[in-house]
């Protein structure tokens, strides 16, 4: 079904052929994938009496299963309480970090990322302006990276190719003279400029002009772009531009419950209102509506019955819906527990065996987008060589370049009251034995009691103990 609906969404040749994916999985992400569908679901025959098939109506019940299996896989990979944290040797550096997290609200944008990335990819653009740094969500539909042939992890260059009306461009201070022509909208990142194009009409063979006024010099010595694959497994391989999307899986599944849950929706509307069915001679209905209050006459020797559907078909059909469900979040190692189960406190770890689908999942998002957290501070630590960086209006000086970063990732699930004692417990046994130092020992317990300075928490402690 999502072949036959894609089938109606024309697709662009003048982009790549990954512009038309990556649009059909954001139209199904955001709910409008039924759009291009012309009749309404109640739409039954067209005006000249035409019987509509189901494929060309638009579902009344859209059940959002993509952007479910998404809130929930990244709720436990960057909400407030699963946000990672910089660690290094250096505490200076690691504190500068902590402010740097703060002040650029670096989780609001990893959560964005993360959500306009389950389609496959995603890309996280680093300015640095009067000092601050500043960072912004781009979507990939219409940017093609360029990967280094030396280097295939790190970017050459970025460009970014789409079209839009002239009336747009006039709003955004362009010369246009003519509104209704669709122009090409063009700038390219490389490790030293941001370079803008004059806009130019679709039809023109000629080359794009550089606009020098809104084209700027970064002078960052690398491509100021994080580029994030979502998961492994994309449609072009290891090396390919884009990841695996989130939610692929259970596409058609979705579907097929959009359509029966507005198939029982129906059905119960009808019996609400039945049709009357009466057997004698009659002329012609074939414009006969639905309804109690419109007679079906059928042949003779008759007699008159309700057509509806009964309850145990309504069952049936909300029974199937909840096994397709179970199907499509297996498929996608979505969150497949149930409230209703649950029939007492469990524990961190009972929830984590619980949920080993979705874990499984933000499993493989933290390697994606965690990677991607650590290349962001990489090149602030590049730009405070560059630039007078500063953060909470205090200056920052140059970063050390040598320093290993690494992130601390919190449990998925907080431990209860008995979690933590028998984690006090076993930590102090490794500790007294020698098998584990003090210091590792905190740092595994750090994300639950708040402790953002190790160092800092392990003076105070020694300095109490004195």
């Given at each position: 079904?999502?072949?036959?609906?894609?089938?109606?969404?024309?697709?662009?040749?003048?982009?790549?052929?990954?512009?038309?994916?990556?649009?059909?999985?954001?139209?199904?992400?955001?709910?409008?994938?039924?759009?291009?569908?012309?009749?309404?679901?109640?739409?039954?025959?067209?005006?000249?009496?035409?019987?509509?098939?189901?494929?060309?109506?638009?579902?009344?019940?859209?059940?959002?299963?993509?952007?479910?299996?998404?809130?929930?896989?990244?709720?436990?990979?960057?909400?407030?309480?699963?946000?990672?944290?910089?660690?290094?040797?250096?505490?200076?550096?690691?504190?500068?970090?902590?402010?740097?997290?703060?002040?650029?609200?670096?989780?609001?944008?990893?959560?964005?990322?993360?959500?306009?990335?389950?389609?496959?990819?995603?890309?996280?653009?680093?300015?640095?302006?009067?000092?601050?740094?500043?960072?912004?969500?781009?979507?990939?539909?219409?940017?093609?990276?360029?990967?280094?042939?030396?280097?295939?992890?790190?970017?050459?260059?970025?460009?970014?190719?789409?079209?839009?009306?002239?009336?747009?461009?006039?709003?955004?201070?362009?010369?246009?003279t003519d509104r209704q022509t669709t122009y090409w909208f063009q700038r390219i990142w490389d490790v030293e400029r941001e370079t803008w194009f004059i806009p130019w009409p679709t039809t023109s063979a000629h080359p794009p002009e550089i606009d020098e006024a809104r084209s700027t010099n970064h002078g960052l010595g690398f491509v100021p772009i994080v580029w994030i694959r979502n998961l492994p497994g994309g449609p072009d391989g290891a090396d390919g531009i884009d990841g695996a999307c989130t939610f692929k899986p259970a596409i058609d599944t979705a579907?097929?419950?959009?359509?029966?849950?507005?198939?029982?929706?129906?059905?119960?509307?009808?019996?609400?209102?039945?049709?009357?069915?009466?057997?004698?001679?009659?002329?012609?209905?074939?414009?006969?509506?639905?309804?109690?209050?419109?007679?079906?006459?059928?042949?003779?020797?008759?007699?008159?019955?309700?057509?509806?559907?009964?309850?145990?078909?309504?069952?049936?059909?909300?029974?199937?819906?909840?096994?397709?469900?179970?199907?499509?979040?297996?498929?996608?190692?979505?969150?497949?527990?149930?409230?209703?189960?649950?029939?007492?406190?469990?524990?961190?770890?009972?929830?984590?065996?619980?949920?080993?689908?979705?874990?499984?999942?933000?499993?493989?998002?933290?390697?994606?987008?965690?990677?991607?957290?650590?290349?962001?501070?990489?090149?602030?630590?590049?730009?405070?060589?560059?630039?007078?960086?500063?953060?909470?209006?205090?200056?920052?000086?140059?970063?050390?370049?040598?320093?290993?970063?690494?992130?601390?990732?919190?449990?998925?699930?907080?431990?209860?009251?008995?979690?933590?004692?028998?984690?006090?417990?076993?930590?102090?046994?490794?500790?007294?034995?020698?098998?584990?130092?003090?210091?590792?020992?905190?740092?595994?317990?750090?994300?639950?009691?708040?402790?953002?300075?190790?160092?800092?928490?392990?003076?105070?402690?020694?300095?109490?103990?004195?």
């Amino acid at each position: 079904m999502f072949n036959a609906i894609a089938s109606l969404i024309p697709a662009d040749r003048d982009y790549p052929p990954r512009t038309a994916r990556l649009n059909l999985y954001k139209l199904v992400q955001d709910g409008a994938l039924y759009d291009v569908l012309p009749y309404d679901f109640h739409d039954e025959r067209t005006s000249s009496g035409e019987y509509i098939p189901l494929r060309q109506r638009r579902p009344s019940v859209r059940y959002p299963l993509a952007r479910i299996v998404v809130d929930d896989s990244i709720s436990l990979v960057f909400s407030n309480e699963h946000f990672p944290t910089i660690d290094t040797d250096d505490s200076e550096l690691r504190s500068i970090f902590a402010d740097i997290t703060a002040e650029t609200h670096l989780n609001a944008v990893m959560q964005e990322a993360a959500l306009r990335g389950a389609i496959g990819s995603v890309a996280v653009w680093l300015r640095v302006l009067s000092g601050r740094i500043f960072l912004k969500v781009l979507e990939t539909l219409y940017l093609t990276p360029v990967w280094n042939p030396m280097a295939p992890d790190t970017l050459q260059s970025v460009t970014e190719k789409y079209k839009v009306q002239g009336s747009v461009l006039a709003d955004m201070g362009y010369a246009i003279t003519d509104r209704q022509t669709t122009y090409w909208f063009q700038r390219i990142w490389d490790v030293e400029r941001e370079t803008w194009f004059i806009p130019w009409p679709t039809t023109s063979a000629h080359p794009p002009e550089i606009d020098e006024a809104r084209s700027t010099n970064h002078g960052l010595g690398f491509v100021p772009i994080v580029w994030i694959r979502n998961l492994p497994g994309g449609p072009d391989g290891a090396d390919g531009i884009d990841g695996a999307c989130t939610f692929k899986p259970a596409i058609d599944t979705a579907i097929e419950i959009d359509y029966q849950l507005s198939q029982a929706g129906r059905g119960l509307k009808y019996s609400s209102d039945p049709t009357l069915l009466i057997r004698e001679p009659a002329g012609d209905t074939s414009s006969l509506v639905r309804g109690g209050g419109n007679a079906l006459v059928v042949s003779e020797h008759g007699d008159a019955r309700m057509l509806e559907i009964n309850g145990t078909a309504a069952s049936a059909v909300i029974e199937y819906v909840r096994t397709l469900r179970e199907l499509a979040l297996e498929g996608v190692h979505g969150n497949r527990a149930s409230a209703d189960r649950l029939t007492a406190a469990q524990s961190g770890r009972a929830l984590e065996m619980m949920n080993q689908g979705l874990i499984f999942l933000a499993d493989n998002l933290r390697v994606s987008y965690g990677a991607a957290i650590l290349q962001i501070f990489r090149m602030i630590i590049e730009a405070s060589h560059r630039y007078d960086l500063t953060t909470h209006h205090e200056p920052i000086a140059a970063l050390n370049r040598s320093a290993r970063l690494r992130l601390q990732w919190p449990r998925y699930y907080a431990p209860d009251a008995q979690d933590r004692s028998l984690d006090a417990q076993s930590l102090a046994t490794l500790t007294q034995s020698g098998l584990l130092s003090p210091e590792t020992a905190l740092r595994s317990i750090a994300d639950l009691y708040a402790v953002s300075d190790i160092s800092a928490e392990r003076a105070r402690i020694a300095q109490e103990q004195t």
